[in-house]
């Protein structure tokens, strides 16, 4: 009976899978495993391809949208009395941007830069998350699992002792009914659970098909209190948060191509040189071409537009803000929370564990009933998963502070 008490306190078996390559704590993939898993996630990928995007358009712009125009015309005429002649054109022309717009255009190219690379930083942040919550599902139903294994072999264990009393009639047929019945709930339960394992190991794999995963579940430990104030969490989140930088410099780049777009409400003028020959080359000479298109009230709606965009992205700025600062504040309580949750269910495991023991030595002295030992050890039961949750409930929290605050899984962007 100590052994099975002892399993159900432990809840889970030991597995070597990951060696001692391990980061913050041993039931996490190694790091080197999940920086990699991470950069080829098609999240990452896709934000690696934006990023390079951004950096073409940023080139663009740095150019501009003016190309050189070369036009050229040929004829040939033939007049009444002076006979037939042979004339020609060619104008060489090209837009001009006006002083200031190309070296907005140029800061509009650096903020698209800048935006994408936070964005891609982003992806991986939301990759290492997504990670996570995989992970733990995974490592929460392996331990459950092992709960209801462990739990069955109680039942069956405790189902063959009375059958044994049955057969020298130190027990009644009812007790072998009543402890069968919690056998068949138990291998319920057992056939529930090993379901859901099977069901987080195969999503697991789906969605990180390039992670290597253990034959068994690595054990969930007993959690460790966050260290440290929460006004240092928080504080670190939300200056290392990438989608918040993101927000905030797509605001600086919408407010710039709105001044830009007011620039462009006087149109550039295009600029060029014209050769020509008439006459069959009587006359012949260079000219200055210059043009200016028209179209103010077009120009000044698309103005309008872009302030109203810039005007959108602020506001959006400030929200994710506000997000990010929710964020901090919950990762902190939670973690914190988590933790004393589970020091409370770990004393009320532990506190089962003792009660069961003593009603076991009570009824083997005679003074307890059979219906007594089996009412403690569903009690221990319901406490051991109560105590497994709240262990995987901490540990979650606590990696969710690490990983938003770049602690875990993301190096920060300043390093």
């Known amino acids: 009976m100590k052994r099975i008490a002892l399993i159900l306190a432990l809840a889970a078996s030991t597995s070597p899978a990951f060696g001692d390559d391990r980061l913050v704590a041993p039931f996490l993939p190694p790091e080197h495993l999940v920086l990699e898993v991470i950069a080829n996630h098609p999240m990452v990928t896709a934000a690696e391809a934006r990023f390079t995007e951004s950096r073409a358009e940023a080139k663009l712009r740095k150019v501009g949208d003016h190309d050189t125009l070369v036009s050229a015309s040929f004829a040939r005429r033939d007049t009444r009395y002076d006979g037939n002649f042979t004339e020609w054109d060619s104008t060489i022309s090209r837009g001009i941007r006006l002083p200031g717009k190309a070296k907005l255009d140029r800061e509009i190219g650096a903020l698209g830069i800048e935006v994408a690379d936070n964005n891609l930083d982003d992806a991986r942040h939301q990759t290492a998350l997504l990670l996570k919550n995989h992970w733990f599902e995974w490592l929460e139903a392996a331990s459950m699992e092992a709960i209801d294994r462990a739990a069955l072999a109680t039942w069956q264990q405790e189902l063959a002792a009375v059958r044994r009393k049955a057969e020298v009639r130190e027990a009644a047929m009812l007790d072998i009914q009543e402890i069968s019945a919690a056998l068949a709930g138990a291998e319920a339960e057992l056939l529930a659970s090993s379901a859901r394992l099977e069901e987080t190991r195969s999503a697991l794999l789906l969605m990180f098909p390039n992670l290597p995963l253990p ?61 020509f020959s008439e006459r069959g080359g009587e006359e012949s000479g260079v000219g200055l071409v210059v043009s200016m298109p028209f179209g103010f009230g077009r120009r000044a709606a698309i103005s309008d537009i872009d302030r109203a965009r810039a005007l959108t992205a602020e506001a959006q700025s400030l929200q994710v803000r506000r997000e990010i600062e929710l964020v901090a504040d919950r990762d902190v309580r939670q973690a914190a929370s988590a933790f004393t949750v589970w020091e409370r269910a770990a ?33 221990e039961q319901m406490a051991a998963r109560t105590e497994l949750l709240a262990r995987a409930r901490a540990h979650d929290t606590r990696t969710q502070l690490m990983i938003d605050a770049h602690e875990l899984w993301i190096t920060p962007h300043e390093e």
């Open 215 to 275: 034959a068994t579940a690595p054990e969930l430990t007993s959690p460790q209190a966050v260290p440290l104030d929460s006004g240092y969490w928080r504080d670190l989140i939300l200056s290392r948060s990438h989608e918040l930088k993101a927000a905030e410099r797509e605001a600086a780049r919408q407010m710039t191509v709105a001044r830009r777009s007011k620039q462009d409400r006087l149109p550039d003028p295009t600029v060029g040189v014209r050769l």
């Open 347 to 379: 004393e009320s495991l532990g506190m089962a564990q003792a009660v069961t023991a003593k009603i076991r030595r009570a009824r083997e002295l005679g003074d307890r009933s059979l219906t007594d030992v089996l009412r403690t050890v569903r009690q």
